[in-house]
């Protein structure tokens, strides 16, 4: 008898018990529930009714680092908490932090309350003037054109700024969120503030994007797919080591008045087993370190690598982010902050003096970060009802 996975025959059976429930109900629709082949290769487009799936499980800043961080020279950004005990004289310093015995995470909140009146300089980071802000120096980065100019001159929908070079030695890479981020602990390769809101996300099941894809007629090839994203209402379905498993179910979220509370989509392509999109605009959900938020792009692309056996599926998010998103995240997550290593002034003063994107027809000033995010994927049946709408 031919041995099957353990998380293999949990998913089949998912599988048939899902399709007995559509059939039931005649008001579910499955993105292809089927079995892979023999061979263990992903299910075939005839046997997918033209769609694949994918759940993302890891979403983190795509960051170029070297060796010796010859990318950031003059090192890594000073956090709220430092900037606050450098601004106590020795006696205040040794009474408030309990001779350097108090845990940083119980100075966070003096640390952020060092406004002129005691105001929160993560909720008002206009309270204080800190530190400049220390950003990449570096010239490489990942990343695409997004702006389409070799030389990052102003447009009518950028702003003048720097470019990079890519890793395999792309031209004219627009990543002003890494310049941001990429001497900053928290985002670095296990920073606490990513690593973080990576894990609350894969253990509480809140935030999860799924990935849509229809009018596929070729797992491998196809020129012309629909690429939809919503947000999931179930958690990760997981084998025993905590790794989700590939193929089972997730339900979309809806409005009340049933229309899908997520749903952009954008035009692309399959190619070698390559996912790509056109951009566009999209809106996507987030949560992290016990907040809220919602991914805000301009001109996102997708492009996702599909594993020969169909089950993951990993690539790249590119696009125009929402700095005012942004800003509302980081400086919105409480006690987190003190393990991230910014300061929240400095941090947004830096985030508005880099936006390279979408100036603000009054101010001229840009309202948007280019960025690159790298994602894991896992392949999933995205569940709808039948003739949900996206929302407007």
Known sequence: MKQIERGEMVNKAACRIVKVSAAAIAGIVLAGCSQSDEAGRAPSASAQSGRLGFVVRHWFTAM????FMDECNQGLNISNDEIWWRGLSKVDRAEKTQNG????????????????????????PTAVTDPKFITVNGDVSYGINLDGTTDGRATPKTCAHKKFTGLNGEPAIDNQMYRLVGCTYGWRTNGIFEVNADEMRGTSGIGMILIDVTGVDDTRNDDDVTVS??????????????KPLPFSSYRIDTNPDGTARYGDSLKGRIENGVLKTQ??????????????????????????KIADDGKTADGMVF???????????????????STAGF???????????LADGYPDPETGK?????????IDTHAAYVVKPEGVKAAL
């Open 64 to 67: 170029h680092e070297t060796k």
């Open 101 to 124: 015995l108090l845990e940083t995470l119980r100075r966070w909140q003096p640390a952020v309350r060092r406004g002129p009146n005691g105001e929160d300089v993560c909720l008002d």
């Open 229 to 242: 994203f919503y947000r999931s209402i179930d958690q990760f379905a997981q084998d025993s080591s905590g």
């Open 279 to 304: 951009s566009g605009d999209v809106r996507l959900p987030f949560y992290g370190n016990y907040t809220f938020s919602q991914h805000i792009f301009k001109d996102m692309q997708l492009e996702l």
């Open 319 to 337: 696009g125009y982010y929402d700095v005012e998103e942004f800003i509302y995240h980081v400086t919105g997550t409480g006690v987190v902050i």
């Open 343 to 353: 300061s929240c002034p400095a941090l947004a003063a830096a985030a508005w003096e």
């Open 366 to 374: 840009c309202t948007m970060l280019s960025s690159a995010f790298r």
